[in-house]
């Protein structure tokens, strides 16, 4: 079994950046792949950003791609999501979630998930 924590979360004026973490317990955190989603208020749950196992192979939305940037840091059994130049319609409760097997921008598909840290931005 594997626990998720997110952090970082917060009330931040468009452009801006936030790095959130994500903090896992458990055993064999190198062997998920790990991915950030995020819901608005009346949207869908949508895959955000990954990261394979060894940090070799990453895959985002194209809504932040160039702002976003996933990493992992398998020793402190951690994951990343620095965002840059945040725009109001990046606001969202963001998740952290893990599986095994291949990377996927289906939140059905993850067998973990955290509790999400709420990110706002005013424009």
């Known amino acids: 079994q594997l626990q998720l924590v997110e952090s970082g979360g917060g009330l931040v004026q468009a452009g801006a950046s936030l790095k959130l973490s994500c903090a896992a317990s458990g055993r064999a955190f190198s062997d998920y792949v790990m991915s950030w989603f995020r819901q608005a208020p009346g949207r869908e749950r949508e895959f955000v950003a990954a990261i394979g196992w060894s940090s070799g192979h990453t895959y985002y939305a194209d809504s932040v791609k160039g702002r976003f940037t996933i990493s992992r840091d398998n020793a402190k059994n951690t994951v990343y999501l620095p965002m840059n130049s945040l725009k109001p319609e990046d606001a969202a409760v963001y998740y952290c979630?893990?599986?095994?097997?291949?990377?996927?921008?289906?939140?059905?598909?993850?067998?973990?998930w955290g509790q999400g840290t709420q990110v706002t931005v005013s424009s």
């Open positions: 979630a893990a599986r095994r097997g291949a990377i996927s921008t289906v939140w059905d598909d993850y067998e973990h």
